[in-house]
């Protein structure tokens, strides 16, 4: 009964910016933890940036200084902010989130992913 829905990968150069939207939905209490995670192709799914609800983010050191997570406790939505991206970027980037649902147990629940491709 919760949903995480992300939106705003594509094609970009290097060098170029995206922006990558998440919202949760459904029988929710409390959004504790959120973050995004990347699976390049043919490795496994790293985290990349996370963000307390409280506002305090960490980051992967690759990508420190070029992106920034940011959420809005509001709309039970989360951003990424993708600046300088680099080939090496490329990978589906999937939206991760620690809920507390309205019968008061604490699960993980992951969204389906948005591509993001970096062409050189």
């Known amino acids: 009964q919760v949903q995480l829905v992300e939106s705003g990968g594509g094609l970009v150069q290097a060098g170029g910016s995206l922006r990558l939207s998440c919202t949760a939905s459904g029988s929710i209490f409390k959004i504790n933890v959120m973050d995004w995670y990347r699976q390049a192709p043919g490795k496994q799914r790293d985290l990349v940036a996370a963000?307390?609800?409280?506002?305090?983010?960490t980051y992967v050191d690759s990508v420190k200084d070029r992106f920034t997570i940011s959420r809005d406790n509001a709309k039970n939505t989360v951003y990424l902010q993708l600046n300088s991206l680099k080939p090496e970027d490329t990978g589906v980037y999937y939206c991760h989130a620690s809920i507390v649902t309205i019968r008061q147990y604490e699960a993980s629940f992951w969204g389906r992913g948005t591509q993001v491709t970096v062409s050189s």
């Open positions: 963000i307390t609800s409280s506002g305090r983010s």
